[in-house]
């Protein structure tokens, strides 16, 4: 059984007011190519197919042009909503696409959908599971309480996971694969992903133990878990300037025989290049315009400059738009930035608690801790906050 994971195309994207349609429009052509080649038996989309809920008429077109020719290739595919997408819009005439064979999974109901697919070895079930946050668990549970019963505690994201996986009753002596959009613990995030205070959207992997392979999106970076189990295949293209240094790709995962438990399993990670790469330069006003400087660039990528001169250039952004025309951002790196603003680096979050964090950053600010008036005031706010995301 071969199959292709995709996460995270953010269709409708503008990056520092650039309209990314034309690049993704372009990887996508790529990516349909990889499937064309490949020839997998299904293509996995675990999230963020848009970039906003609403998104805007040209990345829905984009979308539909590439999901109808998935459909004319006459494999299987499944597609689950992010924490970007809107559940509603995203599954909108699901029941009809589900005959050619494009499956959605929308807002989670308690229910979730799983399609099996087989070969030599037997059947591959595909557990679709859309972004969730506890108060969907929660909701679930309690509309299907008998009075009187007492409810499980939902209280964080690992909560809310477990009890959704839980209820799938997995059978674990056969292939299974899940479809899944969150933040699995001590996984490496970048610029262009929101990151809560303290971790409060942390999944423990620990609850995907049921799953042969677990598919997916959430993060930018392509990354694996014990060992390539637990996979973010990442975003098909650079979203932040943080990501410059990222090889963007599909995975392509193939499944064999399950035996004393364990899925033979083996992953391989087809390259996709970008129209315009995103890429940061440094240096002075003047080494950048010259001509040695840049003749082997890609003077039309996305750039990040960063000027080094001690003096602002006038007319600098002009003047680097007419050698780099696509330049997203200019900064300086010179004495005048270096003493203008001073912040403490920020505290290492690792295994402490929202509390313990602000705590610690408060004190490398004003060189005392916090009092218990102003400790119990952060630790109303903070609890507060994690109601307003649950």
Do not use: W
């Amino acid at each position: 059984m071969k199959f292709i994971h995709l996460s995270d195309l953010h269709l409708g994207k503008r990056v520092n007011d650039f309209s990314m349609t034309d690049d993704q429009r372009h990887i996508l052509g790529q990516i349909t190519e990889i499937i064309n080649n490949e020839k997998p038996d299904a293509v996995l989309i675990a999230g963020d197919v848009y970039d906003k809920p609403a998104p805007p008429a040209e990345a829905v077109q984009l979308f539909d042009d590439f999901i109808s020719g998935l459909a004319d290739m006459n494999l299987e595919v499944f597609i689950i909503s992010g924490n970007h997408d809107s559940a509603e819009r995203l599954s909108f005439g699901s029941r009809i696409m589900d005959k050619r064979g494009i499956h959605f999974a929308g807002g989670y109901d308690g229910r979730t959908h799983m399609f099996s697919l087989e070969d030599e070895f037997g059947k591959v079930n595909f557990y679709m599971l859309p972004f969730l946050k506890p108060v969907h668990v929660r909701a679930v549970i309690e509309s299907e309480a008998e009075e009187g019963e007492e409810l499980p505690e939902i209280r964080t994201f690992t909560d809310a996971v477990g009890c959704a996986v839980e209820r799938m009753r997995v059978d674990e002596s056969e292939r299974n694969v899940l479809i899944c959009h969150q933040y699995v613990t001590d996984a490496q995030r970048c610029e262009s992903e929101e990151i809560p205070v303290g971790g409060l959207d942390n999944v423990d992997p620990e609850v995907f133990r049921p799953f042969d392979y677990i598919a997916l999106g959430h993060l930018h970076g392509p990354q694996s878990y014990g060992p390539s189990r637990i996979r973010y295949c990442g975003s098909p293209l650079k979203y932040s300037f943080s990501e410059v240094d990222q090889q963007k790709s599909v995975t392509v995962v193939e499944f064999g025989a399950k035996t004393d438990g364990l899925c033979r399993t083996h992953l391989k990670t087809p390259a996709l290049i970008p129209a315009r790469d995103m890429r940061v330069l440094k240096g002075s006003f003047y080494e950048l315009t010259d001509k040695h400087y840049y003749k082997d660039i890609n003077t039309d990528d996305y750039f990040r400059i960063i000027l080094t001169d001690e003096e602002d250039i006038i007319g600098a952004l002009a003047g680097l738009r007419a050698v780099y025309p696509n330049i997203m951002r200019l900064d300086y790196d010179n004495t005048r930035t270096k003493n203008a603003f001073f912040m403490p680096d920020a505290p290492d979050n690792d295994g402490k608690s929202p509390i313990e964090i602000f705590d610690t950053l408060y004190e490398s600010q004003n060189g005392r801790p916090m009092d218990d008036e102003q400790a119990e005031l952060v630790k109303n706010l903070i609890e507060k906050i994690r109601r307003e995301n649950e």
